[in-house]
Nanobody
Framework: VRVVESGGGLVQAGGSLRLSCVAS????????MAWYRQAPGTQRDFVAR??????????DSVKGRFTISRDASDGDTATMYLQMNALKPEDTAVYYC????????????????WGQGTQVTVSS
């Protein structure tokens, strides 16, 4: 499995989407799971993170609108969710799931394992 995202799509401003990320437990260990996003012509930015211990943090731009959670009840995999509410056109981006060593904010991106990304488009 490694890391696989799903759940992107097209939604109107103010709407909601839920992204999912399935990761093999073999790569989780003490790593954190995180969401990043990249809009055309911009760098990949941190969105939200959940650590192995269950603590979480968010980028300021999504606080109060996005919620990260994780379900590790399945045998060989864990699933991370990103519930996105009150979406804005500026949330439009490719959203990536990543598993990697936690930093003070986000994860160590160069040491992370990345998914293929899922497109989120918010129309005005």
């Amino acid at each position: 499995v490694r890391v696989v995202e799903s759940g992107g799509g097209l939604v109107q401003a103010g709407g909601s989407l839920r992204l999912s990320c399935v990761a093999s437990k073999s790569i989780l260990k003490r790593n954190a799971m995180a969401w990043y996003r990249q809009a055309p012509g911009t760098q990949r930015d941190f969105v939200a993170r959940i650590t192995a211990g269950g603590s979480f943090d968010y980028a300021d731009s999504v606080k109060g609108r996005f919620t990260i959670s994780r379900d590790a009840s399945d045998g060989d995999t864990a699933t991370m969710y990103l519930q996105m509410n009150a979406l804005k056109p500026e949330d439009t981006a490719v959203y990536y799931c990543a598993v990697g060593p936690p930093l003070e904010t986000g994860i160590h991106t160069r040491a992370a394992i990345w998914g293929q990304g899922t497109q989120v488009t918010v129309s005005s």
